[in-house]
C-alpha cells in the first residue's frame, strides 16, 4: 500500500488537555491566523 494512503489510514490523535482557560489574546491570534489562510488560499 502507498506510505502515504497507509499513515492516513492508520493515524492516531492523542490529545491531553489542560484545566486552565485559552487567554482571549491567544484565541484571538489563532482565530486570525485561520481567516488569513483562507484568503491566501483563494489568491493562491
Known amino acids: ?5 497507509n ?3 492508520n ?3 492523542i490529545r491531553k488537555f489542560r ?3 485559552v487567554k482571549d489574546e491567544e484565541l484571538n491570534a489563532v482565530l486570525e491566523a485561520g481567516k488569513r489562510k483562507d484568503l491566501l ?3 493562491g
Not at 500500500?1 to 494512503?5: G, H, L, Q, R
Open 1 to 5: 500500500m502507498n506510505e502515504t494512503i
Open 7 to 9: 499513515a492516513l489510514l
Open 11 to 13: 493515524r492516531r490523535s
Open 19 to 21: 484545566h486552565e482557560q
Open 41 to 43: 488560499r483563494l489568491w
